[in-house]
């Protein structure tokens, strides 16, 4: 069996649309939620929302810009990243053991939402002839595929929170059992139009807006926390099996060592504790590592009263009595819910916590909840010792449990 390393990565977000100034805003709890006006047209009431000022004519031509759905051109420049930090050099002979595996939500929302606008609001009801292609789940990792030319496996995943977690979770046992050689993973998301955010708003499960400092309406396990904060962006990396990187002298962050992957079977929006163990247990068994030898733990973390009471009931049962000296923290403070993108997006802040050795804090958190009792590291980030492996938790609307473990490589 090969080890899984990762050589390159790349993160388009609301914190940083580089992994430099991404991890920066962590430690430094720099958030990127800002106020959302509402739309009286949507009866959509001012939110929080965690938005990328993104450009596209800086990327794309005004040709590509119209053939790509917003989540796809985020996709795209987070590859880019990757590829550039990474500097494979996949040759024409490796291309069929090359795969890209990626996660997304909601895939092309912003497409759709046009789509339906013009149908609905205009009287010449003129779609794009591409509308399907542009907005259907697989568009990002197909263009990922045609852009790097890479033949191998295509995988999309959409399985809510947990999408990209699962992407690269797929992948890595691809690689781990020598189907493939090297992988494009992550995932994107781009959801932040009117009717989405109402729909959402109307489900309940929505931060309330703070008058006075909106960027601070994110607060996972504080007692005053009222919901998630929905954000945009993507994250990828590159996977390459252990072979590969060494045989080129590549540049190593870590091995992604360990993914577990488990179902609660209970319900479609009410998370259950037991379902997310056996999900962080399968990652340890996968990882061959004990509860104590992980040093940081980023959570799911959604600032959602069950949630995060849910979450934390489940982080005590799996590391027991050694819980309290885990550093844990959810980054979704300031980066907001990036959906399908959160588990590449949130993996990748683990594996620049575990590189840089530094936890990252969970911002906003001034008054903690009794029911969230663990280490949250509140507004203060910590250094962490040598040796320890982090671990990432992603937790999904229908019970879909992912969770993905880095370590040191040696």
């Not at 794009?128 to 995988?155: D, H, K, Y």
């Not at 494009?184 to 009117?194: N, R």
């Not at 499960?205 to 006075?212: G, S």
Request: proline content about 4%; some cysteine.
């Amino acid at each position: 069996m090969q080890r899984v390393l990762v050589t390159g990565m790349g993160v388009v977000s609301p914190t940083g649309c580089d992994t430099a100034s991404f991890f920066s805003s962590l430690v430094d709890a720099r958030s990127g939620v800002r106020r959302h006006p509402g739309d009286a047209a949507y009866l959509l009431d001012p939110l929080p929302v965690a938005a990328i000022d993104f450009n596209a004519a800086e990327h794309f031509s005004r040709m590509q810009a119209g053939q790509l759905d917003r989540h796809v051109q985020f996709a795209l420049v987070a590859v880019r990243q990757a590829m550039n930090d990474a500097m494979p050099e996949i040759t024409p002979d490796e291309r069929e053991r090359a795969g890209v595996y990626w996660g997304t939500g909601m895939g092309g929302a912003d497409t759709l939402e046009s789509a339906y606008t013009c149908l609905i609001g205009s009287d010449e009801k003129r779609l794009r002839p591409l509308t399907v292609v542009t907005a259907m789940a697989n568009a990002a990792a197909a263009q990922i595929s045609i852009e790097f030319s890479l033949l191998g496996p295509m995988l999309s995943i959409s399985n809510a929170c947990s999408s990209s977690a699962m992407a690269i979770g797929e992948a890595m046992r691809a690689i781990r059992f020598g189907e493939i050689d090297v992988a494009i993973v992550g995932g994107s998301e781009a959801l932040l139009t009117s009717g989405t955010l109402r729909a959402w708003q109307v489900l309940g499960t929505l931060a309330e807006l703070n008058p006075t400092h909106p960027e601070q309406s994110c607060c996972p396990f504080d007692r005053r926390r009222s919901g998630l904060v929905l954000g945009e962006g993507a994250a990828a990396l590159v996977l390459e099996s252990e072979t590969r990187a060494r045989r080129r002298g590549a540049r190593i962050y870590a091995e992604l060592s360990g993914y577990g992957n488990a179902a609660d079977g209970q319900h479609l929006a009410r998370p259950d504790a037991a379902g997310q163990g056996r999900a962080m247990r399968a990652a340890l068994r996968s990882a061959e590592l004990r509860p104590e030898q992980i040093g940081y733990l980023n959570a799911h973390g959604t600032a959602t009263k069950i949630g995060d009471a849910v979450e934390s009931e489940a982080i005590a049962q799996v590391f027991g009595s050694g819980v309290q000296d885990l550093a844990i923290s959810s980054t979704k403070a300031v980066h907001g819910h990036l959906m399908g993108a959160a588990g590449a997006v949130e993996f990748i802040a683990c594996v620049l916590a575990l590189t840089n050795r530094f936890a990252p804090p969970t911002a906003h958190l001034e008054e903690a909840d009794a029911a969230c009792p663990l280490n949250y590291l509140p507004r203060q980030g910590r250094e962490l010792q040598a040796g320890h492996a982090v671990m990432s938790n992603s937790f999904a609307f229908g019970g879909g449990n992912a969770v993905l473990i880095a370590r040191q490589y040696r």
